[in-house]
């Protein structure tokens, strides 16, 4: 298939068009001026064009003469938030959204699907409810920007595309993301739970999250809202101590305060000391089997490996 993928050269993107292009698909990746394109230097199967993807231009021509699109573009929300910032993490989102769309409806009802990003955040904080694909939204900031994101998203299928929004959990990995971050810590021994440390931490795998768009690509009656999550959530102090425990290093830090969290990264604070239980409902009634559900198989692939 020919794929277009908006965001293909971040963590996960990478990871994701790789693997397509692995699988003998023909990828292209958008990239804005100035941006790096030799991440693929030794991959057959990858292009790219320039332009970008908040701004109408000719990568939407470009695009149209792909069948499948996957949206991952969008500022980075693991930042101190503020009106300027939240402004960027929406504009970066509904822009790009609103004219791959566009781009989508240049096709004139010829098959297409497009994969955009979501994000667990659509459910808000639901404490220890178990959370599937058809649980209402929440009305926070994340969850308000999910719920246009997605709506934005879904005018595609006014032009006759399939659309799936994938709800992604944390995204584990090698390359990036939050356990890059953490693990600088971990191996000094500094890493500790988040507040009270009871909030739950819904994941993925990278390697899950590949095979989960390889089976949705397999699979044409799937459509809607699909969380991408293991079916094992931990809570964030479970996690924090099995990972040390991988690690082999002592974990004897107290608990990161609350309070210091707010001060440090304002609103956004809040929302790490928060959390989802989602579960996997579609996937795994699709048929689709996780290689890595449980949170200390998957460290030890990501960390020892």
Same mark, same amino acid.
């Given at each position: 298939?020919?794929?277009? *993928?908006?965001?293909?050269?971040?963590?996960? #993107?990478?990871?994701?068009?790789?693997? =397509? /292009?692995? $699988?003998g698909h023909r990828v292209t990746i958008l990239t804005r001026p100035g941006e790096r394109k030799d991440i693929h230097a030794t991959e057959t199967g990858i292009s790219y064009f320039t332009g970008d993807p908040t701004v109408e231009g000719p990568w939407q021509e470009? /695009?149209?003469? !792909?069948?499948?699109? *996957?949206?991952?573009?969008?500022?980075?929300? &693991?930042?101190?938030?503020?009106?300027? +910032?939240k402004r960027l993490i929406r504009e970066s989102r509904i822009y790009t959204t609103n004219n791959l769309v566009a781009a989508i409806g240049?096709?004139?009802? /010829?098959?297409?699907?497009?994969?955009s990003t979501s994000a667990v955040g659509y459910?808000?904080?639901?404490?220890?409810?178990? @959370?599937?694909?058809?649980?209402?939204?929440?009305?926070? &900031?994340?969850? +308000?920007?999910?719920?246009?994101?997605?709506?934005?998203?879904? $005018?595609?299928?006014?032009?006759g595309a399939r659309v799936v929004a994938c709800r992604f959990g944390i995204v584990l990995g090698r390359g990036g993301g939050a356990l890059r971050q953490m693990l600088p810590l971990?191996?000094? #021994?500094?890493?500790?739970?988040?507040? +009270?440390?009871?909030q739950w931490f819904s994941w993925i795998h990278e390697g899950d999250l590949v095979r989960?768009?390889?089976? @949705?690509?397999?699979? +044409?009656?799937? !459509?809607g809202a699909v969380n991408f999550t293991s079916p094992k959530p931990v809570r964030n102090g479970e996690y924090?101590? *099995?990972?040390? $425990?991988?690690?082999?290093?002592?974990?004897? =830090?107290?608990?990161?305060?609350?309070?210091?969290? $707010? =001060?440090?990264?304002?609103? &956004?604070?809040?929302v790490l000391l928060k959390g989802q239980r989602v !579960?996997?409902?579609k996937l795994l009634k699709s048929g689709f089997i996780f290689s890595f559900p449980l949170i200390e198989d998957t460290l030890r692939d990501l960390v020892l490996k």
């Open positions: 298939m020919n794929i277009f *993928i908006t965001g293909g050269t971040g963590f996960v #993107g990478t990871t994701l068009s790789a693997s =397509l /292009a692995a $699988r470009e /695009a149209s003469r !792909h069948e499948v699109f *996957i949206n991952l573009a969008g500022t980075n929300i &693991f930042t101190r938030w503020n009106e300027q +910032s240049r096709r004139k009802g /010829a098959h297409s699907v497009l994969f459910y808000g904080f639901n404490d220890d409810e178990i @959370l599937n694909e058809s649980s209402p939204a929440g009305n926070d &900031f994340l969850a +308000s920007l999910a719920v246009e994101w997605e709506r934005t998203a879904e $005018r595609a299928a006014e032009s971990a191996h000094l #021994g500094l890493a500790s739970p988040l507040g +009270s440390g009871n989960i768009y390889q089976h @949705l690509l397999a699979h +044409s009656e799937i !459509h924090t101590k *099995i990972l040390t $425990r991988v690690l082999g290093r002592p974990s004897f =830090l107290p608990p990161v305060p609350a309070f210091a969290l $707010r =001060l440090i990264l304002g609103e &956004f604070g809040s !579960h996997p409902e």
